[in-house]
């Protein structure tokens, strides 16, 4: 009796063990996927639209540069954001993979709003997809593998004329009573009328379409800042003709050691921002600007430069360009040149500046009105060079002449001023020692 208890409890024990271990690992199961769960959302950080700057409250989502799933180290660039002044990166605040894309390509964003999703992660070479296994050569098909008689090598329609005999010619009689059924069956069949196809439109001569395209949010803002200055400015403009020849001359003479020794091109732009730095210790009143009932008078010169870029012109500046020689001139201008044309400048290069230099000589203008840069005083225009008869010391020459011009605000500067700071331009540029001896 006793042995049967023992058994039973046995048998019920060992019934009841699979059920236990069953309920066990369900538990183990749904806590580890928990764990995983809980573990992901702590990973995965929301990365919001910067702060661009005071004056810029929105921006235009121009380009997602990563997707859904692609992966990214810390500081790798994920969208590009547009804005009126600038183009702005987001990077990537840590290294993994992108999980979500929170707003569209041409959507408006602002400050602190919530852009996308990544998931902290070591970004590895095996991370990245691995290539398609090479595909297998199929052995030979059971139809190759079996002997090919002679029937299968010929065509299909020489083998059905093997296996049909010939039909028999017709006899002559025969021929007869088929043509007289054919041509009456053509009398009695009536005649169908050709159907008149519509006429084909005459081709327009020359192309009548058009093509809108939405502005960007830089182009819109440039076109409000010239119109704003048209509206506010009182613009005038004064030319003069300044003979190159000493300035290129000396530039052929020296531009190899610069090139060699600093690593930089000499270029004219340096030359004329030098001289228009000193004619503005002359001329403060050009370095000046309007604020309210009030006129600022500057120390400093802040230069700024005119770039021509595919969304705009920008005008970076060049900070205390009084202080600087030609080399750091043009070294400063070649580097804010690059930042402009692969679209990297900060709103720290372009705020501020306090004259203006725009340079339409690359381009082949030969006369020009720029506009002023508010609250900017004056603007000084480059043109190109062309060779032109002048009158040198009686007699009629060939000299590479380039004609400047000086576009300034006549609230702020007179008539005087004005000729008299351009003067001192060309009088520096005709000869460029006087730049060494001025003080």
Known sequence: MLSKRIIAVARGRSLLRPQHLQDASKVLIRSRIAQFHSSRLLQAETVKVPQMAESITEGTLKTWTKQVGDTVEVDEEVATIETDKIDVSVNATKAGTIVKLLANEEDT?????????????????SSTPAPPPPKEEKGPSETESKPKTKDAEEPSDQQTDKKLPPPPKPSDSTKKELKVEKESSKEKAP?????????????????RNETRVKMNRMRLRIAERLKQSQNAAASLTTF???????????RKKYKDAVQKEHDVKLGFMSFFAKASVLALKEIPAANASIEGEEIVYRDYVDLSVAVATPKGLVTPVVRNAEAMGLVDIEKEVAALGKKARDGKLGLEDMAGGTFTISNGGVFGSLYGTPIINLPQAAVLGMHTIKERPVVVDGQIVIRPIMVVALTYDHRLMDGREAVTFLVKVKEYLEDPAKMLLAV
Do not use: T
Not at 191 to 207: D, I, M
Not at 240 to 250: G, H, Q
């Open 109 to 125: 964003v602002v400050p602190g709003q919530d852009l996308f999703v990544i998931e902290e992660g070591e970004v590895s070479q």
């Open 191 to 207: 005649k169908k009328e050709k159907e008149s196809a519509p006429a084909a439109p005459k081709p327009a001569v020359g192309s």
């Open 240 to 250: 003069n003709e300044i003979d190159m020849s000493a300035l290129i001359n000396m």
